[in-house]
């Protein structure tokens, strides 16, 4: 339903009264005038038949026909008359003018003389009575007393026709009339209220289009001032109104273009240190790599790792941290030319991108923050740390491939810095060996994962044997992966990938999964008993939590193979976590498993850690046997570490032991258990609790 406006809301106010007092008085006055003339007529006809009857008395009391002839004659002419005619007393008709339909109206009319009246749709009819006239004869003779007069006696009646046409004509010219004046006091009414809307609307239909306006958006837009009274109140306020709406408009749009540069800024820029993050430089190491292949230009991306950085976090927390890297970062930017950018990636990593510049130029500025980087002191409460920078650096050239690939590489050629002894500079060849190397620990991730995920990993053993010959069975429990074309590759070539990428706590939850599987197995089945199962750790996997709960549930599970199982740390992983090696042990002792320290005599410290680790076996380090029959030093190290072992109540194990030559001098040393292909070698654990699977091993 649609809304009138105020301007024909205006004009129906205006019009609607008018038009219905108009209407009121025009019926009225109408009304009247008809009733006027309709009364006119009746009193004009009445009083032409009362007084024709008195001119009749003289012909009907004489039967004069051509008399009354000539009196109806003189009143047919009257207006209005249609027909006359005269009636004698018994009803006969004297005389006629016109044709009168007497016959449908009889005659009544009384004796005093008076008209008496019919009518019709057309005309009125009127009879009056004819009476002898009596004169008196003695004026002076009362009439007797108590007589009534009697009635003059009556000689015959007049009829008279009147047509009503000339009336009903004029009352229609009265409604007609009538209704001209009140069309035109209609017309005029609206042209009165139209133009008493027009005045009122045009300033409010104004207000309502300068508000439309500024709903729309259009803040300065402004209503029309000059009216006066509420109107003018109205503009005034209008106009405020939208003054001060612009007002906070301007200033929330500056609030916006405020915070759209902040979050620019913050999408493209590190919060910590301000720096450029990964995704803006990545944009520009891009844009830079399309220069160079369009143009041939040469730029240089470093890529820089922190040194030491995680020893600040660790011994004072990440607070020190942040606030090592944000000092760092004002330090380097006072090193940059105009057209470099310096990032941060994440972590304590960083990159800078040095555009339009050779290799020399690049090697000197990257040097400098190295030196700047070395020589700067940090402090934090009463504590001095000094760090150092690991760098990569690569060319970027038409030749040097995308930037994804670039970026690859400049960290490739960091971790190669570090692996040099950190605070290094390391330059991208395609063909460094060094590089290779870190790539093919890269590649081996994804195989690592994706042999995990196909379960192509495999276990073997290898029997440790007493050279006593008693002591019960034990046996080390050895890691291989299938290749997809079947070979099978020893641990050497990718358990340094899994150390350096994270992935030793998977690989080890995975060898304890299928360890416990085999020792309930071999428990269960028969054959030949096995005391002792030695599985690996990696001191990633110790210091891991989830790791930890696992193994702890796992031993809950099957509390009967607890004490089947030796774990054997390498002596790195204890001494460079010794309060969480020795926590870790004491837990699983509760539960009855024993340890044992592997490649033991590796480390410059060995002995001096030793007193503290709680350990049941001591494996020696094989480069140490392997030549032990022809090298009296490493002959003197076994037999040293063997001592050591005695004094300290633990049992001494030889690993690597490949010839008869050795395995000998070891007896001759007094070694409680050997190791080594010569004696067995590895083969898959499905062999392991067959009855015939300890003839593989050779007789001492």
């Given at each position: 339903?649609?809304?009138?406006?105020?301007?024909?809301?205006?004009?129906?106010?205006?019009?609607?009264?008018?038009?219905?007092?108009?209407?009121?008085?025009?019926?009225?006055?109408?009304?009247?005038?008809?009733?006027?003339?309709?009364?006119?007529?009746?009193?004009?006809?009445?009083?032409?038949?009362?007084?024709?009857?008195?001119?009749?008395?003289?012909?009907?009391?004489?039967?004069?026909?051509?008399?009354?002839?000539?009196?109806?004659?003189?009143?047919?002419?009257?207006?209005?008359?249609?027909?006359?005619?005269?009636?004698?007393?018994?009803?006969?008709?004297?005389?006629?003018?016109?044709?009168?339909?007497?016959?449908?109206?009889?005659?009544?009319?009384?004796?005093?003389?008076?008209?008496?009246?019919?009518?019709?749709?057309?005309?009125?009819?009127?009879?009056?009575?004819?009476?002898?006239?009596?004169?008196?004869?003695?004026?002076?003779?009362?009439?007797?007393?108590?007589?009534?007069?009697?009635?003059?006696?009556?000689?015959?009646?007049?009829?008279?026709?009147?047509?009503?046409?000339?009336t009903l004509r004029s009352q229609h010219r009265a409604i007609l009339q009538s209704l001209v004046v009140l069309l035109a006091g209609l017309a005029l009414s609206a042209l009165i209220g139209w133009r008493l809307g027009r005045q009122i609307s045009r300033p409010i239909l104004a207000l309502a289009r300068t508000v439309g306006r500024i709903g729309e958006g259009y803040l300065g837009e402004r209503a029309e001032t000059g009216d006066g009274g509420e109107i003018g109140l109205l503009q005034h306020g209008v106009n405020g109104m939208a003054a001060r709406l612009q007002s906070m408009h301007d200033q929330m749009q500056e609030r916006i273009d405020q915070a759209t540069a902040r979050l620019a800024y913050q999408a493209s820029h590190d919060a910590l240190t301000g720096l450029v993050n990964r995704r803006e430089f990545e944009q520009r190491l891009e844009r830079a790599v399309a220069s160079s292949l369009s143009y041939g230009r040469s730029h240089a991306l470093c890529y820089m790792d922190l040194d030491q950085f995680k020893v600040i976090n660790d011994t004072c927390g990440?607070?020190?941290?942040?606030?090592?890297?944000?000092?760092?970062?004002?330090?380097?930017?006072?090193?940059?030319?105009?057209?470099?950018?310096?990032?941060?990636?994440?972590?304590?990593?960083?990159?800078?991108?040095?555009?339009?510049?050779?290799?020399?130029?690049?090697?000197?500025?990257?040097?400098?923050?190295?030196?700047?980087?070395?020589?700067?002191?940090?402090?934090?409460?009463?504590?001095?740390?000094?760090?150092?920078?690991?760098?990569?650096?690569?060319?970027?050239?038409?030749?040097?491939?995308?930037?994804?690939?670039?970026?690859?590489?400049?960290?490739?050629?960091?971790?190669?810095?570090?692996?040099?002894?950190?605070?290094?500079?390391?330059?991208?060849?395609?063909?460094?060996?060094?590089?290779?190397?870190?790539?093919?620990?890269?590649?081996?991730?994804?195989?690592?994962?994706?042999?995990?995920?196909?379960?192509?990993?495999?276990?073997?053993?290898?029997?440790?044997?007493?050279?006593?010959?008693?002591?019960?069975?034990?046996?080390?429990?050895?890691?291989?992966?299938?290749?997809?074309?079947?070979?099978?590759?020893?641990?050497?070539?990718?358990?340094?990938?899994?150390?350096?990428?994270?992935?030793?706590?998977?690989?080890?939850?995975?060898?304890?999964?299928?360890?416990?599987?085999?020792?309930?197995?071999?428990?269960?089945?028969?054959?030949?008993?096995?005391?002792?199962?030695?599985?690996?750790?990696?001191?990633?996997?110790?210091?891991?939590?989830?790791?930890?709960?696992?193994?702890?549930?796992?031993?809950?599970?099957?509390?009967?193979?607890?004490?089947?199982?030796?774990?054997?740390?390498?002596?790195?992983?204890?001494?460079?976590?010794?309060?969480?090696?020795?926590?870790?042990?004491?837990?699983?002792?509760?539960?009855?498993?024993?340890?044992?320290?592997?490649?033991?005599?590796?480390?410059?410290?060995?002995?001096?850690?030793?007193?503290?680790?709680?350990?049941?076996?001591?494996?020696?380090?094989?480069?140490?046997?392997?030549?032990?029959?022809?090298?009296?030093?490493?002959?003197?190290?076994?037999?040293?570490?063997?001592?050591?072992?005695?004094?300290?109540?633990?049992?001494?194990?030889?690993?690597?032991?490949?010839?008869?030559?050795?395995?000998?001098?070891?007896?001759?040393?007094?070694?409680?258990?050997?190791?080594?292909?010569?004696?067995?070698?590895?083969?898959?654990?499905?062999?392991?609790?067959?009855?015939?699977?300890?003839?593989?091993?050779?007789?001492?």
């Amino acid at each position: 339903m649609i809304s009138p406006g105020i301007r024909a809301r205006v004009l129906w106010l205006a019009i609607l009264p008018a038009a219905f007092l108009s209407v009121v008085l025009v019926v009225l006055l109408t009304a009247d005038k008809v009733r006027a003339l309709d009364q006119s007529l009746q009193e004009r006809a009445s009083a032409i038949a009362r007084n024709l009857a008195p001119a009749m008395e003289y012909g009907v009391a004489t039967g004069n026909v051509k008399i009354l002839a000539n009196l109806l004659d003189a009143v047919r002419r009257e207006a209005d008359v249609k027909s006359a005619a005269v009636f004698a007393a018994d009803g006969r008709l004297l005389a006629q003018v016109g044709s009168g339909d007497w016959a449908r109206h009889p005659y009544s009319a009384t004796a005093d003389g008076n008209a008496k009246e019919f009518k019709n749709a057309h005309s009125l009819y009127y009879y009056a009575a004819i009476l002898r006239t009596e004169v008196a004869v003695d004026d002076f003779r009362d009439p007797p007393a108590g007589a009534a007069a009697a009635p003059p006696p009556q000689l015959g009646w007049v009829a008279l026709e009147v047509s009503r046409a000339n009336t009903l004509r004029s009352q229609h010219r009265a409604i007609l009339q009538s209704l001209v004046v009140l069309l035109a006091g209609l017309a005029l009414s609206a042209l009165i209220g139209w133009r008493l809307g027009r005045q009122i609307s045009r300033p409010i239909l104004a207000l309502a289009r300068t508000v439309g306006r500024i709903g729309e958006g259009y803040l300065g837009e402004r209503a029309e001032t000059g009216d006066g009274g509420e109107i003018g109140l109205l503009q005034h306020g209008v106009n405020g109104m939208a003054a001060r709406l612009q007002s906070m408009h301007d200033q929330m749009q500056e609030r916006i273009d405020q915070a759209t540069a902040r979050l620019a800024y913050q999408a493209s820029h590190d919060a910590l240190t301000g720096l450029v993050n990964r995704r803006e430089f990545e944009q520009r190491l891009e844009r830079a790599v399309a220069s160079s292949l369009s143009y041939g230009r040469s730029h240089a991306l470093c890529y820089m790792d922190l040194d030491q950085f995680k020893v600040i976090n660790d011994t004072c927390g990440h607070a020190a941290g942040d606030e090592l890297l944000r000092q760092l970062a004002l330090i380097l930017k006072n090193h940059l030319r105009h057209r470099d950018t310096l990032a941060r990636l994440g972590g304590d990593e960083f990159a800078l991108l040095l555009e339009n510049c050779s290799l020399e130029d690049a090697l000197h500025v990257a040097d400098t923050f190295r030196a700047t980087v070395a020589g700067f002191r940090f402090k934090w409460g009463e504590k001095i740390f000094s760090v150092g920078m690991s760098q990569g650096l690569v060319m970027v050239t038409p030749e040097g491939g995308a930037a994804a690939n670039l970026l690859s590489a400049a960290d490739a050629a960091c971790y190669v810095a570090k692996d040099k002894g950190r605070n290094q500079i390391h330059v991208y060849e395609p063909r460094d060996r060094d590089l290779a190397r870190h790539r093919g620990e890269m590649q081996w991730v994804s195989r690592l994962q994706k042999a995990l995920e196909e379960k192509r990993l495999r276990l073997y053993w290898q029997e440790v044997v007493p050279l006593d010959g008693a002591g019960g069975r034990h046996v080390e429990l050895l890691l291989r992966l299938v290749e997809d074309d079947g070979s099978v590759a020893l641990p050497m070539s990718f358990i340094p990938a899994a150390e350096r990428y994270g992935l030793m706590p998977q690989l080890d939850r995975w060898v304890i999964g299928q360890a416990l599987g085999v020792c309930r197995g071999c428990l269960d089945g028969g054959g030949v008993p096995v005391q002792s199962f030695a599985i690996n750790l990696s001191g990633a996997s110790l210091k891991d939590p989830e790791f930890r709960r696992t193994l702890y549930a796992d031993l809950r599970a099957n509390p009967d193979l607890a004490p089947l199982l030796c774990f054997e740390i390498t002596e790195t992983a204890a001494i460079g976590n010794l309060v969480v090696v020795n926590q870790f042990m004491e837990e699983l002792r509760a539960f009855g498993c024993n340890f044992s320290l592997d490649d033991f005599g590796s480390g410059l410290s060995s002995f001096n850690y030793l007193r503290n680790l709680r350990v049941d076996y001591l494996k020696i380090d094989g480069n140490f046997v392997r030549n032990l029959a022809h090298d009296a030093v490493d002959r003197s190290m076994v037999e040293s570490i063997h001592r050591l072992g005695k004094l300290v109540g633990l049992k001494t194990i030889a690993e690597f032991v490949e010839s008869a030559a050795a395995l000998e001098t070891l007896r001759a040393i007094g070694l409680d258990y050997v190791q080594g292909d010569y004696l067995h070698r590895a083969e898959p654990l499905d062999t392991l609790c067959a009855g015939a699977a300890h003839a593989s091993v050779r007789t001492l």
